[in-house]
């Protein structure tokens, strides 16, 4: 590990408090990654396709992939650095909303969808184990949405 700003600044460099999530996780947890190990982040489509109404989303989507490559390239290498980014996928993200808006939204996604369907928790796993076993992968971002990116 380089031991470059990222570990010195307590995130004061870019007004991002110590505790903010991802950064902190990654600050705090990096002096402890094994020789060969990975961090392996979350983010989502919307970063890369904004929806109406999704202005802050997006905008957070967008900031997890400059972090991300901004760890694997300048921070933290020799440790990978990845992130996923998957679609709509059937979770309890969507807990807040009513079932039935949440049924219209699955059905919709799922028919706009290449494949048909909206995503499985299990899906998405696939993707995270492939990021943490493959030693060749750093600064990537794995979309993970059924082809929403196409549509």
């Not at 903010?20 to 402890?32: D, E, I, L, Q, R």
């Not at 808006?101 to 995270?128: H, I, K």
Request: glycine share 14%; proline share 6%.
């Amino acid at each position: 590990m380089s031991g470059r700003p990222f570990r010195r600044s307590g995130g004061d460099a870019f007004r991002v408090s110590p505790r903010t999530g991802a950064y902190a996780a990654v600050k705090h947890g990096a002096p402890s990654i094994r020789k060969g190990g990975s961090v392996v982040l979350t983010t989502g489509i919307a970063g890369q396709r904004p929806l109406p109404g999704t202005t802050v989303a997006a905008s957070l989507c967008g900031a997890m992939e400059s972090l991300t490559r901004a760890l694997a390239a300048l921070e933290l290498a020799p440790i990978r650095v990845n992130v996923v980014s998957p679609g709509v996928v059937h979770t309890e993200l969507w807990r807040d909303m009513t079932e039935e808006d949440r049924r219209g939204l699955f059905e919709s996604s799922a028919a706009a969808l290449p494949v048909g369907r909206v995503g499985t928790p299990e899906d998405v796993a696939e993707a995270y184990l492939y990021l943490m076993r493959g030693g060749y992968s750093t600064g990537s971002v794995v979309v993970v949405d059924g082809g929403g990116l196409l549509v």
